[in-house]
């Protein structure tokens, strides 16, 4: 079993930045491919981005796309969301999904294509 916890998130104004992160835990080895969704109120959750579990592949929705960066520190199996120019429409409940492996079917976009998911943490951005 892998234990998934997100950190991080809060209330933003538009136009700033913030970082979230998620620590993956449980499984002996790592090789923990993890994402970002999202879901706003009344939307369903949507993918957000990606990275492999070896650091060298990445994939962001285009809604995000250059201005939001995923990143991960291996040793300590946690990645990063950094989001830089927030919108109002950036708020939402973050959640992040964990896979292992997950080489087979890259990118991973799919709520499905992942085994294990944190609660959630809430990002809001004002006005």
């Known amino acids: 079993q892998v234990q998934v916890v997100e950190s991080g998130g809060g209330l933003v104004q538009a136009g700033d930045s913030t970082t979230i992160s998620c620590e993956a835990s449980g499984r002996s080895g790592g090789r923990y491919t993890m994402g970002w969704f999202r879901q706003a109120p009344g939307n369903v959750r949507e993918f957000v981005a990606v990275?492999?579990?070896?650091?060298?592949?990445?994939h962001y929705s285009d809604s995000v796309k250059g201005r939001f960066t995923i990143s991960r520190d291996g040793a300590k199996n946690t990645v990063y969301l950094q989001m830089n120019s927030l919108k109002p429409e950036d708020t939402a409940v973050y959640y992040c999904a964990v896979v292992v492996w997950g080489g087979n079917s890259w990118p991973l976009i799919r709520e499905n294509q992942y085994d294990y998911w944190g609660q959630g943490t809430q990002v809001t951005v004002s006005l």
């Open positions: 990275i492999f579990w070896s650091g060298d592949k990445t």
